[in-house]
């Protein structure tokens, strides 16, 4: 992957997307008023991988994430899926996306098949596809035994991994996850990243923003931000570097580009 061969701290121009990529995002900013809520960030995302994203909370991942599900637009930049730039070509770009937000909404009040089938009318899948999609991510999500207990009376871990089989049923190219497993138990977070194995296994690309290191860990490459800016990009092994785990490394960076940007206001 570009810009990956560096130990040191990475600079925009190194993660310069080559064309071939799954997600090429080059140059991209986003503000709201005077408020910068992502800066000049270029990375690419290689095809069949998962891209993590971690950082300090307001880092601007959740903001950089739906600009990449064509949900809001760049300030500046441009972000580019299979080739196709996600703001010229929106209506192609829905259709290869799968966007999981931070809160999914999941109709409460309708049972668990009736949700996936809701979200399946939106897709268009009838006659036997229809039947076969739903057995297949239910199954997978160990939800089948509940098809028709309400959504809302689910558990948390159980809502998440249903609000998952409904991104699924279109069977996207690109999943794109923000922080989707905020708050699930341990058991049920391993469950749902072992049902993100098999997507990969399966050809996916997955971008995911977690708040869990040890989920970043699992990562096949993975993007610190802070204070809307792309500090460092990576193998987690090679971003944990000499330190002793992936949370002392992400410390001591955001902890080194702060005093960077006092020094700054101070020359200045």
């Known amino acids: 992957m570009p810009g990956y061969e560096n130990d040191s701290p990475i600079t925009n121009s190194s993660l310069a997307p080559t064309g071939d990529e799954a997600v090429a995002i080059d140059g991209v900013s986003m503000s709201y008023g005077d408020e910068v809520a992502v800066d000049n960030v270029s990375l690419a995302v290689q095809r069949g991988a998962i891209f993590g994203f971690v950082g300090s909370d307001g880092a601007g991942k959740t903001t950089l ?17 299979n080739g196709l730039d996600v703001v010229k070509n929106r209506s192609a770009i829905k259709s290869m996306i799968g966007y999981m937000p931070q809160r999914f909404g999941l109709y409460q009040d309708l049972t ?13 899948i009838f006659g036997k596809e229809r039947k076969k999609r739903r057995e297949r991510f239910l199954r997978f999500s160990n939800l089948l035994p509940f098809v028709d207990r309400l959504a809302g009376n689910l558990s948390g871990g159980m809502k998440q991994k249903l609000g998952l089989a409904c991104v699924l049923v279109h069977q996207p190219d690109l999943l794109i996850l923000d922080e989707p497993t905020n708050g699930v138990d341990p058991v049920s977070r391993q469950e749902f990243w072992d049902i993100l194995f098999q997507m990969k296994g399966q050809g996916m690309t997955i971008m995911i ?31 944990q570097s000499h330190y002793p785990d992936l949370e002392e490394a992400m410390i001591q960076r955001i902890q080194e580009y702060d005093k960077e940007l006092i020094h700054d206001k101070i020359q200045l």
């Open 209 to 239: 923003s977690t708040a869990y290191l040890d989920e970043g860990e699992k990562c096949d490459c993975l993007a610190l931000m802070h204070r809307s800016r792309l500090l460092e990009t990576g193998i987690p092994g090679r971003i």
């Open 112 to 124: 668990v098949k009736e949700n996936i089938n809701f979200f399946m009318d939106i897709f268009g």
């Open 65 to 81: 994430l739906r600009m990449a599900a064509a949900m809001i637009r760049p300030t500046a930049g441009t972000i580019r899926i």
